[in-house]
């Protein structure tokens, strides 16, 4: 009987060691430094949204590729408009107050950055505070650009999938700001476990070396 419970007791050990190892949530850290980002990430893909008109309105959603991944972007109420120049043109909406949404990434997506930062009616830059939020299994990251250039960066990056990213321009007390993007970057990387999960499995593996001891002895 005694032997039984030690062979019975091996397959349990494994078991907890996978749920544990599995129970580790998503968490996001955030970039404002691009070389950063792009040493967090594995093959990074970027959209500098060519072929997006600077004169019409562009309907929303649209899809769009950056690299070897696929996403789309919608506007919170009516449609986007190109800002920029025909040899640079950026993302924004037609609304100053729209929220621009990204998300349906594909490729296994967990990392999302690029340059944002407000443009006028004209569609040329203007200074003003951005806000970005970046959403995983582990909830929603909230971050502000204060005083974002078209050269300001910042990047998100999950140890999961990314489900979705949004961008909003602050209104200031007078006047409007219109919510830009520029070469869009997504990524993947590889899930790293928490400290709490390397603890969790060096636990298991003591226990699994000790039964294995045991059966030794036995």
Do not use: H
Request: net charge neutral; hydrophobic share 45%.
């Amino acid at each position: 009987m005694a032997l039984a419970s030690k062979f019975l007791l091996q397959p349990l050990a494994l078991a907890a060691l996978v749920c544990t190892v599995g129970s580790a949530q998503a968490t996001v850290t955030v970039y404002t430094s691009q070389a950063a980002f792009l040493a967090a990430v594995s093959a990074p893909g970027v959209d500098t949204f060519t072929g997006l008109s600077i004169t019409a309105s562009t309907p929303s959603p649209i899809t769009r590729n950056a690299g070897a991944y696929g996403y789309t972007a919608s506007v919170s109420t009516t449609s986007f408009f190109g800002a920029g120049t025909t040899g640079d043109p950026w993302l924004s909406t037609n609304t100053a107050t729209d929220t621009i949404t990204f998300n349906g990434f594909t490729g296994g997506v967990s990392a999302f950055g690029g340059n944002f930062f407000g443009s006028n009616i004209s569609g040329l830059f203007a200074a003003g505070d951005v806000i970005l939020t970046a959403t995983d299994a582990s909830g929603t990251v909230t971050q502000t650009i204060t005083g974002a250039t078209t050269s300001s960066f910042l990047g998100f990056v999950s140890n999961g999938p990314l489900l979705s990213a949004t961008l909003a321009a602050s209104q200031p007390v007078s006047g409007f700001l219109w919510p830009t993007a520029d070469n869009l970057t997504l990524a993947s990387v590889g899930a790293v476990p928490e400290p709490e999960t390397y603890a969790l499995m060096l636990a298991g593996l003591g226990a699994l070396s000790l039964l294995a001891r045991r059966r030794q002895k036995g």
